[in-house]
């Protein structure tokens, strides 16, 4: 069975949907899901597993992402992007380069931020863009995310400087939204913004370099084995024969080190352990002297399996 992971270079104009609906087709299986939207505007890394390799999606979701931005001063817009209507204008004309740096510098580190009302967060089982479209005006509520980078790179002045774009990279935590920092940015310097460009160009390990367009994927499908996979993204713990043979049937080892990580793995962040032949056996979560798995991965002729409680067995 096919499994693994395809860096995909996601076109404009494309809904993270439509490159999985499209994903099916190239790789004959309904089994292929995405970590983490980008916008139709986006363009840029998208994560897709496929079959057993979207077990490792969830540990993907939460990685920190890397994007390269226009954000576009003195023009706001309904959705804070390019593709809404604009519903504010104001010259920034007198904003200057510091004025830019120090807001700039007021969005970097940990900060709460109010979502777009128009993303794709659920309001009482509806997505906000949903409610935002039939009239309504939604609030969010501000959440902590954290922004590791924001540089600049160009400030640029169309339409005789009226207008202010700004080239940026910022890397983030998982559940920024590039165009709040954009609104939020204008907003602080009093003429409004919005983004009107976004590329995402790494998600945890995995970035641009890596990536393929859907009409190269479709000629030949690049595919990331799930070994390599969770090796790029997790602590890695190389087992014996016996202790492979042991998490093959669910049941847990002593503990040992892990490469990668000085802290104790979790269920939340697992370490991977891998057979001697290099294949991915399991995901392990430290439980004091010993390891249990989270998560048995089967070999390719079976199904991948949940792990089994933990059986008292001796061991070693």
Known sequence: MLSGLVIVDKPQGWTSHDVVGRMRR???????GHAGTLDPMATGVLVLGINKATRLLTYIVGTSKTYTATIRLGESTITDDAEGEITHARSAAAVTDDDVRSGVAALTGEIQQVPSSVSAIKVNGERAYARVRSGEDVKLAARPVTIHRFDIHELRRPQEGAL??????????????????????????????????????QVG???????HTLEELAVELDLLEMSQAARALMPNRELSADETVELSFG?????????GSPEAATAENPAAAFAPDGSLVALLADAGNYAKPVLVFAPDNEKPAAAKPAVDKPVG
């Open 205 to 211: 390990p995995y970035s641009l370099d890596q990536a």
């Open 26 to 32: 190239i790789a004959g299986t309904r089994k292929v």
């Open 251 to 259: 049941r847990r080892i002593p503990a040992g080190a892990a490469a």
């Open 164 to 201: 202010l774009d700004v080239d940026v990279t910022v890397e983030c935590s998982s559940g920024t939204y590039i165009r709040a920092l954009a609104r939020d940015l204008g907003d602080a310097l009093g003429v409004g913004g919005h983004l009107t460009a976004l590329r995402r160009t």
